[in-house]
């Protein structure tokens, strides 16, 4: 069974767990899956029990990957009754060498083929909920277009799903990454994370979020892209000044991602909209309207340290690719 997923990009960031077993975040988050950033992954169960046999971009994955994979093949092993060892194969469109994360399209991807592949057929939420177990920010990935996660209040993590917003088609904008950096990110998101509850501005960021979810459902149902943008930049540099204030300190950026910040607000003073959102890494994302994109662009790629530019749009949700016969 095979399934592919977009990636997303969050506008009110998750940033924080309230149970890191289930992945649950201590808030709700809003996205919009981009196209083009897409995991396509191939699931078969075996017969019988046995390792997984795990192949991403057609290399054996790291020990850690390996465990992330088979943890994650065993909750749809233990949802589902199926008992067999697993083939996976996954490919990315990610662009390879990007610096842009795809657990998010990943898990969202290995969800549907998986659940598939053992013979179930979940609804959405459940999709939604289960990939959320591989990565939060997948549980997004489900959807395409703009997305809601909700933080839910059940212990188990029932009601911890993603819901969409508006289709992919519902409103056309643009999202440009400037790729400032292709190493690994140094501090995963995790640990990321873990880092920032114990700032003293993350009550802040718990205090105020509930507030950016309601401005940025507000502006997505409006298709204001002014009110959106400035939430978003809003959430994304809140999210990062949390790091600052950790101890030991957390910051993602480069010197060409402070520049890029710099290179969208004198856009922004002249007029085009273009607005920044950052996530667990140096790379700069701006969003912008289909036609001031091809500016946008242009002036993120004369940064100097930017390596490359890619111009998104509004992504769909997960799809199987092939059914068997
Ligand atoms: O899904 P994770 O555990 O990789 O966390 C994603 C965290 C951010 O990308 C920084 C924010 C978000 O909401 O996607």
Redesign the pocket.
Known sequence: MSARANA???L????GKRDSRL?LPATG?I?LTLGGLAVEADVAFGPSSGPDDVVIDGASPTSDEQARVTAFLDLVRGETGCTGGATVRTRSTVPRGAGL?S??AAFAALALAASRAAGARLAPPALSALARRG????A?SIFGGFVE?ARGDAMDGSDSVARPLAPADAWDVRVVVAIVERAPKAV???A??ARAVRSPFYPAWLETTPRDLDAARAAIAARDLEALGEVAEHSALK?HAIGLGARPPLLYWRGATVECLHRAWALRAAGTPAWVTI??GPQVKVLTSPAAAPAVATALAAVPGVERVLECRPGGGAEVLACPS
Do not use: L, T
Not at 135 to 138: I, L, M
């Open positions: 997303n990009v969050a009110v960031k998750y940033w992945n988050s996205s994360a657990s998010a990565s939060g920010s997948a997004r996660w995963p998101s995790r990321g994370m999210m996530d667990a």
